[in-house]
C-alpha cells in the first residue's frame, strides 16, 4: 500500500470515528435493565396511584434534560430539569427542540452524593439513570409545584452553561473544542468513601 492510500484510509478512519462513539456515556452494568416501554408524558401525566402501580414509580429509566434549578437537603442535591430527547447528530447527547412542545416537560430528581459545583450550573446538559417515584412537592422559582420525580444513580453532565453541546464543534478541519463533561455515579462515590476512610485504611 502506498503512502497517498495509506492516507486516505486513515482520513476516513479519523472521519467515521464520531459516529462510532456516539453512544450513552455509562458502562453497560449502569444502563442494564433500564424500562423498555418507559415514555416520559406517560408517566407526566401519571396518576402518583395508579392501580398498576408501575407507571409512575419503580422503574429504572435514563432521562436527559437541561438543568432549571438546583437545590439540596438532607439527601442529596435536587435538581429541577427540562426533560429533552437524546440524540446522536452531530453530536451525542441532549439537544434543545427547534419547535417549542406543547405541556410541561420539568421534572425533579434526587442525586443522593456529591456534585461539582460546576456540574450545577443552570443550563448544563444532562443524562441521569435513576428509578421513578412519583410525584414529589418541589419549590420552582418560589412556586410550589408537584413534580414526576426520580432517585438518580448515575448522572454524566456537560458543562454547556445556555449553549447546545453541537455549539462547541468547530469548523472544518478544526476539531472539537473542549466542552467539560463527567460521569458522576452514587456507588462509585460510596466505594470510593470506604476504601478512603481511617477504618478502611487501617487507621482507628
Not at 456534585?115 to 417515584?133: C, E
Not at 453541546?165 to 467539560?180: N, Q, R, T
Request: glycine share 8%.
Amino acid at each position: 500500500m502506498n503512502t497517498r492510500h495509506l492516507m486516505a484510509l486513515v482520513a476516513t478512519v479519523w472521519a467515521l470515528l464520531p459516529a462510532c462513539t456516539a453512544s450513552s456515556p455509562f458502562p453497560p452494568k449502569v444502563t442494564e435493565n433500564l424500562d423498555p416501554t418507559f415514555h416520559f408524558e406517560a408517566w407526566r401525566d401519571a396518576s402518583p396511584r395508579t392501580e398498576a402501580g408501575k407507571a409512575d414509580s419503580g422503574s429504572k429509566v435514563e432521562l436527559a434534560g437541561r438543568i432549571v434549578q438546583t437545590s439540596t437537603n438532607g439527601k442529596g442535591i435536587i435538581i429541577v430539569a427540562e426533560q429533552l430527547p437524546i440524540v446522536k447528530h452531530p453530536v451525542y447527547g441532549p439537544a434543545e427542540l427547534a419547535q417549542k412542545r406543547a405541556g410541561d416537560y420539568e421534572f425533579a430528581f434526587l442525586y443522593p452524593g456529591e456534585l461539582d459545583l460546576q456540574a450545577l450550573r443552570i443550563g448544563n446538559k444532562f443524562i441521569m439513570v435513576g428509578t421513578t417515584s412519583g410525584r414529589k412537592p418541589v419549590i420552582v422559582n418560589g412556586v410550589p409545584k408537584s413534580e414526576p420525580y426520580l432517585v438518580a444513580n448515575c448522572i454524566h453532565v456537560w458543562q454547556t452553561g445556555r449553549s447546545e453541546i453541537a455549539d462547541f464543534k468547530e469548523g472544518v478541519g478544526g476539531g472539537y473544542s473542549p466542552l467539560p463533561e463527567k460521569t458522576y455515579c452514587v456507588d462509585q462515590q460510596e466505594n470510593f468513601l470506604k476504601r478512603s476512610s481511617p477504618t478502611a485504611s487501617g487507621f482507628n
